[in-house]
């Protein structure tokens, strides 16, 4: 089992920067994938990022490619999402996610571990 909890969401306007953080705890935190979600009002769960557990391999969705990047501190067990160039369409509940299989976290084909989430909220 591992749990994971978000923070760092708040109101940015736009064009401002947010770092999100993600901390897992429990079964282990080093050894799994993880990735960043996001979820706005009346839309389906999107795919914001992922990070290989050795850091290795990073992915992105395309809307967030080149202003959001992701990163992770195993000693910590923490994964972050610093979030630049923020922009209205940016709002929504940011979800954090860990698995096994990183493709899974990609294509969110089944993902076990989800975090509660924290609101990002950008202002015009």
């Known amino acids: 089992q591992v749990q994971l909890v978000e923070s760092g969401g708040g109101l940015v306007q736009a064009g401002g920067s947010l770092r999100l953080s993600c901390a897992a705890s429990?079964?282990?935190?080093?050894?799994?994938?993880m990735g960043w979600f996001r979820q706005a009002p009346g839309k389906e769960r999107e795919f914001v990022a992922a990070i290989s557990w050795g850091a290795s391999i990073t992915k992105y969705g395309d809307s967030v490619s080149g202003r959001f990047t992701i990163l992770r501190e195993n000693g910590k067990n923490t994964v972050y999402l610093q979030m630049n160039s923020l922009k209205p369409e940016d709002t929504a509940v940011y979800y954090c996610?860990?698995?096994?299989?990183?493709?899974?976290?990609?294509?969110?084909?089944?993902?076990?571990?989800w975090g509660k989430g924290t609101q990002v909220t950008v202002s015009s």
């Open positions: 996610a860990a698995g096994a299989t990183f493709n899974v976290i990609v294509s969110n084909s089944g993902v076990v571990y």
């Open positions: 429990g079964r282990t935190g080093s050894s799994y994938h």
